[in-house]
Nanobody, 126 residues
Framework: QVQLVESGGGLVQAGGSLRLSCTVS????????MGWFRQTPGKEREFVAG????????RYADSVKGQFTISRDNVKPTVYLQMNSLKPEDTAVYYC???????????????????WGQGTQVTVSS
């Protein structure tokens, strides 16, 4: 069974940086698009960023463009989310997600992904 394991969350002051990592248990998923979502209590899961299997295409939510950077290493295989200039409104549980098939389409909907990690908490203090 495919497993995604996130790490790198924590508490940071506003203006600081964090890098989230998501390791996939199966190397075959080096061919699938992967993404990051976030969720706060009482709200729907929100798309943050996504990346195709070959890193040629990336997609970001408007709210994080220029602030967050997604990347991946298919050898490990791991996907990263570098978060800079963090703001209190970035506080959320961050989830890693993977699609099941190779495609150049990056979905911004949770329904476009088949596998999910358990989430990692990011808290930005003001």
């Amino acid at each position: 069974q495919v497993q995604l394991v996130e790490s790198g969350g924590g508490l940071v002051q506003a203006g600081g940086s964090l890098r989230l990592s998501c390791t996939v248990s199966e190397r075959t998923f080096s061919g699938a698009p992967m993404g990051w979502f976030r969720q706060t209590p009482g709200k729907e899961r929100e798309f943050v960023a996504g990346i195709t299997w070959d890193s040629v295409i990336t997609r970001y939510a408007d709210s994080v463009k220029g602030q967050f950077t997604i990347s991946r290493d298919n050898v490990k295989p791991t996907v990263y989310l570098q978060m800079n200039s963090l703001k209190p409104e970035d506080t959320a549980v961050y989830y890693c997600a993977a699609a099941a098939v190779r495609t150049y389409y990056i979905s911004n909907s949770p329904g476009g992904y088949d596998y999910w990690g358990q989430g990692t908490q990011v808290t930005v203090s003001s």
